[in-house]
């Protein structure tokens, strides 16, 4: 959890309010998005 | 009434047509003061003679071309103004062209450019913020106030204008509050009472404690005028010019107050895409009521990330969670996923510090 408080405090200088809480959890979707292309059958790239 | 006709001055036409305009209730009043003195300079223009030599196309077109350098939305302001006093000059017998339609029906307005309003990133905001923070900015606290207000309710320049003091409400714990938006002062008829997160109320009471005593009648406007007194509506429009021209040259963000209404509106459409994670956090999210801890919502979206990219990236034993789970996930040099060819976005996504 701490990653994701410190990403809060870095994106939105630590206070959740209503709005920052929905922008981290839209950013969260849009990660998840983005983790359903890069699936289990093939972790990486690299 | 003395009786006009093609030969009387133009300017004796212009009283009576505003007269008409007027009475019809087509035109506001602030409208009616527009058209009057776009049409008294187009008088001037043409060395104020009578109307038959006045209207013209030739002087119109003339005029128009002059009216361009004031803004491309000047000469097309004046072009309707004058194209309405032509169709009601035709109308009332003074004067039409041949096909028995005004003079001015072929005048053609310049076409406006359409803007296409985006909304804001949060970079740009943040920018935006950064820049009003600035000492030269102008209005300071309160231009900060008005745009966090836009960001805040979505509503429209011309509504901020008219908020009461009274009307902007904090609660029992002074972080978060209401502003009520009335039709009318002193009804709730149509009244709304809208929402405003901590950034919007501290922006809001930062400008309250720093703004001069108001010297108008009552109900006291919650943004004043640098006079002391409710912004009229030019000098609302005016200053809001100022701080978007202000904003533009210091952050090279073209930006409106439509922008800023636009955001706040599509942030309310945003919907979540993932079906776990909406099913989870949108209630969280759109309680309203009391001191909502609104780190629930943001706490279940994380529990879900991690599960899955634990799943997707098999870590070892002590990356299993956290930071450093997402550090073995996603961080460069050799990222366990790559969910992103560009690695500045894929750093973007793991962006973090230990605690």
Redesign the interface.
């Known amino acids: 959890?701490?990653?994701?408080r410190?990403?809060?405090i870095?994106?939105f200088r630590g206070?959740?309010?209503?709005?920052?809480?929905?922008?981290?959890?839209?950013w969260?979707?849009h990660?998840?998005?983005?983790?359903e292309?890069?699936?289990?059958a093939q972790?990486?790239?690299? | 009434m003395p009786a006009r006709d093609a030969k009387s001055p133009f300017a004796e036409f212009i009283a009576a047509f505003l007269a008409t305009k007027e009475s019809a209730k087509e035109l506001a009043p602030k409208s009616v003061s527009d058209y009057g003195r776009l049409l008294r300079e187009f008088d001037v223009y043409t060395e104020r003679t009578d109307l038959e030599s006045a209207l013209t196309m030739a002087n119109a077109k003339n005029w128009l071309r002059e009216k361009r350098a004031d803004g491309l939305n000047a000469a097309i302001n004046a072009t309707m103004y004058l194209k309405s006093f032509g169709m009601w000059a035709c109308k009332e017998g003074y004067k039409c062209g041949p096909e028995n339609v005004s003079v001015l029906f072929h005048l053609r307005a310049p076409k406006g450019k359409k803007r296409v309003r985006h909304a804001l990133t949060?970079q740009q905001l943040d920018a935006i913020w950064k820049a009003l923070a600035d000492p030269s900015s102008p209005g300071g606290p309160r231009a900060t106030a008005l745009l966090r207000l836009l960001l805040?309710t979505g509503l429209k320049r011309s509504a901020t204008r008219t908020l009461l003091l009274d009307d902007f409400q904090i609660d029992a714990k002074g972080r978060?509050g209401h502003i009520i938006v009335r039709k009318k002062p002193y009804t709730d008829v149509g009244a709304r009472k809208l929402?405003l997160?901590?950034?919007t109320v501290a922006a809001v009471r930062a400008y309250v404690d720093v703004r001069p005593e108001y010297a108008g009648k009552l109900p006291e406007p919650l943004l004043l005028s640098k006079d002391q007194k409710g912004f009229t509506e030019n000098g609302f429009g005016s200053w809001v010019q100022r701080i978007t021209d202000y904003i533009e040259a210091e952050t090279g963000i073209p930006w409106t107050t439509e922008d800023m209404r636009f955001t706040a509106k599509e942030?309310a459409k945003?919907i979540?895409?993932?079906p776990e994670?909406r099913e989870k956090?949108t209630e969280p999210?759109e309680k309203?009521e009391g001191d909502?801890n609104?780190?629930d919502?943001?706490?279940d979206?994380?529990k879900?990330?991690e599960v899955?990219?634990r799943?997707?990236?098999?870590p070892p034993h002590e990356h299993r969670s956290?930071?450093k789970?997402?550090q073995f996930a996603f961080a460069e040099p050799?990222?366990?996923?790559?969910?992103?060819g560009d690695p500045n976005e894929q750093e973007a996504?793991c962006?973090?510090?230990?605690?």
């Open positions: 959890m701490a990653f994701y410190n990403r809060a870095h994106e206070d959740l309010d209503q709005r920052a809480a929905r922008q981290i959890v839209l969260i979707d990660l998840l998005a983005l983790l292309e890069a699936s289990p972790p990486s790239l690299v | 949060q805040a978060r929402r997160d901590a950034r942030e945003a979540i895409r993932d994670l956090c999210l309203l909502t609104y780190e919502a943001v706490m979206a994380c879900i990330l899955r990219v799943t997707v990236s098999n956290g930071w789970l997402m050799k990222p366990a996923v790559r969910i992103s996504h962006r973090c510090t230990p605690d």
